[in-house]
């Protein structure tokens, strides 16, 4: 009988995921060796150490257990299918690694490509054998998995085919003349390629047909201008390269089932928000001015009572004071055709709403990509949804390479101070921690495992005297208070000048706008230090 730790590699399963269009992953963390292998459509990958690279039908990669996180991304004009399979490594020796865990992991790429079919033969070999049993079995999974990794290994270094870069060069060329004319017959001379050859590999790159890849990027460009209500529907279409007004109104209903001025209509339907979140920042990221929405007027120091970076957007929206019970009769008489709600603390039981079908309750999540999509999907407006995640995704990698001098340095504990109460903050559960811990890669003092945030938490701080604190929305005079007792000021954080106590009055991580400021008034404090 040979023994397992003889082998270094040992197959666990396949799974096999399918992302629609434009859809992008929350990041992922490897618990064993994990190889993804892309089957058909496009997309991007993106490590957290800020690389990127592209992802096409033959591209593979690799994450083992303690790399960094990856998120995964369809392309906006073509859903993404990938294999990944999940293997664990056994070190042989002191100086001994796997080959799935160092040969394979090390090179100048984040993502490689080999051979589609090739590929696939391997995969459906190693499916197979995952299927056997016994001592037999085991040996052909880890031999099926091995025939796998040297073919993936022989195309480690190989450079990318000329072919795909060829026609990836003319979609970058038709992303920046999408308000020109522009002859399709023009693209196969640009790559260099016969039309035959060229629609075939485009159609097999993008699922697209290159007029249909064009005519998709036109109306999502399309509908993007229509969230101004300033532009005509005459300026749009010139703007996306329509000279005729009257046949992109025929493109537009062909592709979106509806027509532009049913569109319009749509963004023109007057919408409130009753919660204790400030939805308006999504609504007002996707092109729409609320009717009404809550304010906080004790907290933000505006005249609306809405923070200020969306006070001078908000102008002709009712503020709501959720300092209060938000009641209908403060919201139906202004008429709006639909009502935003989440679950309020003070929920009065209030039945008087509006009509059936007109008030929506959107769910508890932990995310404000759920709370985004939630509201996109109601008023039609995802498109506009996906392209915002994607540009808050770039933001958080270009802040997390701002901000790794600082995050390299040092464990971090995250505590809100309130009257009788210190909240330490967990590692999940909460947008704010998502996003310090998660996106900016900051690191946590490694005692916090729980979820959301602990109240009443004072004693257990002390009892952890953490290396560096990050104080955030708490008041001065509470933070008097706390620093005034003995046991905070004999903190190792304290005593080192390790406590931190930015301007977070502001940082709301749950909607676009807000997180966009958060993030920069995160750079301006961290960099200094």
């Not at 209509?265 to 009717?291: E, T």
């Not at 309130?418 to 921690?433: F, Q, V």
């Not at 007792?485 to 390790?498: I, S, T």
Request: proline share 5%; glycine share 6%; net charge neutral.
């Amino acid at each position: 009988m040979i023994p397992h730790s003889y082998f270094t590699c040992y197959p666990i399963h396949i799974a096999s995921y399918h992302y629609k269009e434009g859809f992008r992953t929350e990041p992922q963390y490897a618990e064993n060796g994990l190889i993804g292998i892309v089957q058909s459509g496009a997309g991007m990958l993106f490590l957290s150490s800020g690389r990127s690279c592209p992802l096409r039908e033959g591209s593979f990669f690799f994450a083992q257990p303690g790399e960094t996180s990856f998120e995964l991304m369809a392309d906006p004009g073509g859903s993404l299918k990938l294999s990944v399979v999940h293997y664990s490594a056994v070190q042989l020796g002191e100086n001994e690694q796997s080959i799935g865990n160092y040969e394979l992991m090390h090179g100048d790429h984040c993502s490689y490509r080999a051979a589609s079919a090739q590929t696939e033969l391997h995969l459906t070999n190693l499916r197979q054998a995952l299927n056997e049993t016994g001592i037999l079995g085991d040996m052909r999974k880890q031999l099926a998995l091995y025939e796998l990794l040297l073919h993936l290994h022989a195309h480690q270094h190989a450079p990318s085919r000329a072919g795909t870069d060829s026609i990836q060069s003319t979609i970058d060329y038709m992303e920046r003349r999408l308000s020109k004319s522009l002859q399709i017959s023009e693209l196969p001379r640009l790559a260099g390629m016969t039309p035959s050859s060229y629609c075939r590999a485009f159609k097999k790159l993008t699922g697209l047909s290159p007029g249909s890849y064009l005519t998709k990027l036109r109306m999502l460009k399309a509908k993007e201008l229509m969230t101004d209500k300033q532009a005509s529907l005459r300026d749009i279409a010139v703007s996306v390269g329509y000279q005729d007004e009257l046949y992109f109104s025929r493109v537009f209903k062909k592709t979106e089932g509806i027509s532009p001025s049913v569109y319009l209509k749509r963004r023109d339907r007057k919408i409130a928000v009753v919660s204790s979140l400030a939805l308006q920042d999504h609504l007002l990221a996707l092109g729409i001015l609320p009717v009404a929405a809550p304010s906080f007027p004790s907290y933000h120091l505006t005249p609306s009572g809405f923070p200020s970076y969306l006070h001078d957007r908000l102008s002709g929206t009712v503020p709501l004071n959720a300092e209060h019970p938000i009641r209908s009769s403060d919201v139906v008489p202004l008429g709006p055709d639909l009502i935003l709600r989440t679950k309020l603390t003070h929920d009065l039981g209030d039945k008087h709403w509006g009509e059936e079908g007109s008030a929506i309750l959107i769910d508890h999540a932990t995310s404000w990509e759920h709370y985004f999509r939630a509201i996109a999907s109601r008023v039609d407006r995802m498109a506009e949804a996906e392209r915002t995640i994607r540009a808050m995704s770039v933001l958080e990698q270009e802040a997390r390479r701002k901000l790794e001098p600082v995050t390299k340095h040092g464990k971090w504990t995250i505590i809100r101070l309130l009257p009788g109460n210190c909240r330490i903050y967990g590692m999940k559960e909460h947008a704010l921690t998502d996003l310090f811990y998660g996106r900016l890669q900051f690191q946590p003092d490694e005692r916090i495992q729980h979820g959301t945030y602990m109240e009443d938490a004072f004693d257990q701080l002390t009892s952890w005297d953490p290396e560096q604190l990050l104080v955030v929305w708490s008041e001065e005079p509470v933070i008097h208070q706390f620093s005034a007792d003995p046991r905070w000021q004999k903190l190792r954080a304290v005593k080192e000048n390790r406590v931190y106590y930015p301007d977070s009055r502001e940082w709301d991580p749950w909607g676009p706008i807000g997180r966009e400021h958060m993030i920069k008034a995160m750079i301006r404090f961290f960099v200094k230090l």
